[in-house]
């Protein structure tokens, strides 16, 4: 296990039309060895922007990012994800990592 106070996780939730964008923009990324995509179902008591059909299933399918970067990298990293999305549409949040390593 290695130890890095250092280290922080990234969690940016993207609308389905902007997944393909964040990709091509994060595989670019030197300062990132990788990053996890999973697809997920958002729901939010704020659903008047969903379509007819998300409204009655309840959730919008979202995908969600992991990025785990050094913390010095995490500003250039939100910038890097805003030039996708003028329109403020990624929530996100960053927790700190107390370890990581592999097993």
């Known amino acids: ?37 999973s697809k997920i179902q958002g729901y939010s008591a704020q659903h008047h922007q969903y379509n007819i059909q998300e409204q009655v299933e309840g959730y919008r399918d979202f995908y969600r990012f992991e ?5 010095t990298h995490y500003q250039d990293l939100l910038a890097h994800i805003r030039t996708i999305s003028p329109h403020n549409n990624i929530r996100f949040w960053c927790v700190p990592v107390i370890e990581q390593g592999l097993l």
């Open 67 to 71: 990025l785990l970067h050094d913390s």
């Open 1 to 37: 296990m290695q130890e890095n106070n250092n280290f922080q996780l990234l969690i940016a939730i993207v609308p389905e039309q902007l997944k393909d964008k964040l990709v091509d923009r994060l595989i670019g990324q030197e300062t990132l060895s990788g990053f996890s995509l």
